[in-house]
């Protein structure tokens, strides 16, 4: 069977969701035992997101090969539980690089290069990548942005073209777009759908199916309209309606038929979907026995996407352990010695989240304190648990100007300095220390018992380290350096003995949750935070279910 290509375009507004439905799709192909991936592409011309500022994109997704992608990303990867890579995330800046490069190498032999064919063509090549693989039946491709955007144009025409070069029948279009309900006339109006497709359509690209994202149900007097003036049939207008959890869009899109719909038009081979497992999991983050408060203590939590992949374990982790954890967002910036009680007295977990920077610091080693000193699990990732070595450092090594090199260069006690490999690094831009990467772990720690194994592999995004040079001091004291990374000796994971569960990571094992496979560490956190609450009479019952003391 030759491979299906699936082109996902959005139109009237942006934030649609043409991520989730992406996801979604893709988890319904998989569940009828075909082999899928999804791409994004992004009409920015950043080479990549990861310069961008968290306020501005949200969370840098880093793939296994260490590519700094698209937040999307995350969702391809937890929907299908299929690894991404570089080649999943093509940006614009990244397409005229590559055409820059070439040119100067010659490769166009003296013809004037142009959008079109040559930014086109390399448009077309990311995405034929993907398919010629062999490792794939179908390659979902979204396109960023909202049809009728200058800087989406040669994506459209890209895809316009390729459904030629391919053949018709190996490809697909399908377009996310609104309607809108309007509380004044009291009905949808499919106006903006119309508008939308007619835009699509002049860039010569005709969707075969039309999504519709709407906050009503859409009755057959609508889907009849969107079918008549979008030339499509009335059973390819997919209703997308407002859902209590993003997992559930996989069971609402099976109900409307837009897996059936996609399996007829490209005449795939594939089984019924088997979803129970999906089913048992959307019950379990629906239905929970008791909710816990965990906080999240960052610098950019106005924005909840800059934590995204966090957000979506805890929702894996707490599914598992039969629990919704509620986050409680807790800005650095405004924890201190005199508030931190008011802050965090009502938590059953803390997590001190990654980031880069030295505001909020001083927040953050308050929170730090707290969970240490107060026996609640602690969980800090990446800069959370250089936080973490700084706060021992100082108040039980007595280091009182221990800190990390990245906000004070002139600390007496650089703890966490920068890597070596980094120190003659100019460029920001795809530099740092990025991809998966090995760690062996210490028998009898909670990491141990978390993953039930000594060697594994998480991803990495830093330049900072635990100084190997004044190491020596925290484990005078009492720390446990209990994961290493065995070719470079670099410190992976810290511990506290005396603690009933305080881990500081520097890798990012957010990257790693999916539905299918939540990751260790956060299951056993969300236990952990748990046996908390329910030891302090803090965990609350859901649905009158009775909470259940280990």
Not at 452 to 479: T, W
Request: aromatic share 8%; proline share 4%; hydrophobic share 35%.
């Amino acid at each position: 069977m030759s491979t299906k290509y699936i082109f996902i375009t959005g139109g009237v507004t942006s934030s649609l969701g043409k991520g989730i439905i992406c996801a979604s799709l893709g988890r319904l192909l998989v569940a009828r035992g075909l082999r899928v991936t999804i791409q994004k592409l992004d009409p920015y011309i950043n080479v990549d997101p990861g310069t961008m500022n968290p306020y501005e994109h949200g969370e840098v997704y880093v793939t296994e090969d260490g590519a700094e992608t698209d937040l999307d990303l995350g969702h391809y990867e937890r929907f299908l539980d299929v690894k991404t890579s570089q080649e999943n995330n093509v940006t614009t800046g990244r397409v005229y690089n590559d055409v820059i490069t070439k040119e100067r190498q010659g490769t166009y032999l003296g013809k004037t290069v142009q959008v079109i064919p040559h930014i086109t063509d390399e448009i077309k090549s990311h995405i034929l990548n993907l398919g010629e693989s062999g490792d794939y039946d179908v390659v979902i491709t979204e396109i960023g942005g909202t049809v009728g955007d200058i800087e989406s144009l040669p994506y459209i025409e890209a895809v316009r073209q390729l459904r030629y070069d391919v053949g018709r029948k190996n490809t697909l279009s399908v377009h996310l777009t609104l309607v809108p309900y309007l509380s004044a006339a009291r009905e949808l109006k499919t106006k903006p759908t119309q508008h939308s497709v007619k835009t699509l359509s002049e860039s010569g690209l005709q969707p075969d199916i039309i999504v519709a994202r709407s906050e009503h149900p859409l009755d057959r007097s609508i889907r009849k309209k969107i079918a008549q003036f979008c030339n499509v049939e009335m059973e390819d207008v997919i209703a997308s309606l407002d859902a209590p959890t993003i997992y559930q869009v996989p069971l609402l899109m099976q109900e409307e038929g837009l897996d059936r719909r996609v399996i007829e038009k490209l005449q795939l081979e594939a089984g019924e979907p088997d979803l129970e497992r999906w089913k048992g999991f959307v019950e379990a983050v629906r239905n929970p026995s008791s909710e816990i408060k965990i906080a999240l203590v960052g610098k950019y939590v106005e924005h909840h996407d800059a934590y995204k992949s966090i957000v979506e374990a805890f929702i894996h982790s707490g599914a598992v352990n039969d629990c919704k954890v509620k986050i409680k967002w807790i800005h650095s910036d405004e924890v201190d010695q005199e508030n931190v009680e008011e802050k965090l007295g009502d938590v059953s977990g803390i997590l001190v989240a990654p980031g880069f920077g030295g505001r909020g610091i001083e927040g953050k080693l308050v929170a730090v304190n707290y969970a240490r000193t107060k026996k609640i699990p602690f969980f800090g990732i990446c800069l959370g648990m250089q936080c973490a070595v700084i706060e021992y450092a100082r108040n039980v090594c007595d280091w009182k100007d221990a800190g990390s090199t990245e906000f004070d260069a002139s600390t007496e006690y650089p703890i966490i300095d920068l890597m070596e490999e980094q120190k003659e690094i100019e460029d920001k831009g795809g530099t740092m220390r990025l991809g998966l990467y090995d760690c062996s772990i210490k028998k009898d720690t909670n990491t141990y018992r978390a993953y039930g194994k000594e060697l594994v592999q998480e991803r990495h995004r830093h330049r900072y380290e635990v100084n190997n040079n004044l190491r020596y001091k925290l484990v005078e004291h009492g720390m446990q350096l209990v994961g290493f990374n065995p070719d470079r000796d670099l410190v992976e994971i810290i511990e506290i003995e005396d603690h009933p569960w305080f881990v500081g990571v520097q890798f990012h094992p957010e990257y790693h949750s999916t539905v299918n496979n939540p990751q260790p560490l956060f299951v056993d956190f969300v236990k952990a935070s748990l046996d908390h609450a329910q030891k302090n009479d803090l965990a609350v019952p859901v649905n009158g279910k009775k909470v259940a003391v280990s």
